[in-house]
Structures are given as structure tokens and as C-alpha cells.
């Protein structure tokens, strides 16, 4: 069995020219019966409801370390589809703008064991229950493109 441990520390992190820290994640996102179903991760202090996400490095590519980033945070694997879009926010520990790159991210592997089990709780919702619950208005945007790019795929599969 091998053992997943995730990355810590900033030495190889990716920075904006005004000193923010350039973050990048996914929206981890399954079908079920037709519908759009996403998983959302608590943060490490156990409260609220976002998606995965933390720094790109300088020695991975943006959808590797989305990929990273799920697999670290929620415990998932899965493709990275074309990226949803670029967002800038406040850190809320930070007095810095952060740029976050978000990719959707079809899960194909849920694993049983990942690196931040015992920091995050990871749970399966519907995007009306992530829309009224997640506290981050770039991450809600993020989430409703990538719902209009599933409904575009649907009207053209028909």
C-alpha cells in the first residue's frame, strides 16, 4: 500500500506580480440519475463548504496540480476538463488578492484513504445545496459555469 502525503510549505509556489498567491482547483462533480451531483471539502478548521484548491507550484501544470489539489484535499482522482475561468479575491488571512484558476474535475476514483482525512470532511451535494451553502461568491460563479457548460452538452447530445 502506498502511502499519500500532501505537499506543505510555499518555497515552490506561484506568485502574482503584486505578491498574491496564485491558487489553483476543481469542482470534483459526478452524473447520478442525470443530475449534476459535486463533492465539497470543509475546511481544515472543519467549518464552511468549498471546493479544493491551494498554490501551483512551479514544477507541476495547472491541471496537475488541480488534480493534485483533489487528491490531497477529498481524497478523489479524475480528468480535468477546460478550465472554467479566472477569479480574483480577498484573502480572508491575508491582506493580498489572489488570483484562483478553477477546472472541473470528473471523478472517476474515490479513495478511502488521502492525505487530509483527518482536517476535512468531504461530502456529495447538489449544486442548489452547494449555491445556498458556499460562502465564496468566485467558487459559486465557477460552479454555475460549470452547470451551463453541462446543460449545453446535454441540449447537444439530444
Not at 472517476?108 to 483527518?118: A, K, N, R, S
Amino acid at each position: 500500500m502506498a502511502v499519500l502525503v500532501a505537499r506543505q510549505g510555499r518555497e515552490l509556489q506561484r506568485y502574482t506580480s503584486s505578491g498574491g498567491r496564485i491558487v489553483v482547483g476543481c469542482i470534483p462533480y459526478r452524473v447520478r440519475g442525470g443530475e449534476l451531483e459535486v463533492l465539497v471539502i470543509t475546511s481544515q478548521k472543519g467549518h464552511g463548504m468549498m471546493f479544493p484548491k491551494g498554490g501551483w507550484e512551479l514544477d507541476e501544470s495547472m491541471d496537475e496540480a488541480a488534480r493534485r489539489e483533489a487528491l490531497e484535499e477529498a481524497g478523489v482522482r479524475g480528468e480535468t476538463e477546460v478550465m472554467l475561468g479566472c477569479w480574483y479575491y480577498k484573502s480572508r488571512r491575508y491582506e493580498q488578492t489572489y488570483e484562483g484558476i478553477m477546472f472541473p474535475l470528473r471523478v472517476t476514483d474515490e479513495l478511502l484513504q488521502w492525505p487530509e482525512m483527518f482536517s476535512r470532511k468531504r461530502t456529495w451535494a447538489t449544486v442548489q445545496q452547494v449555491m445556498d451553502g458556499c460562502k465564496h461568491g468566485w467558487m459559486c460563479e465557477a460552479l454555475d459555469r460549470l452547470v451551463s457548460r453541462h446543460a449545453m452538452l446535454l441540449q447537444s447530445a439530444l
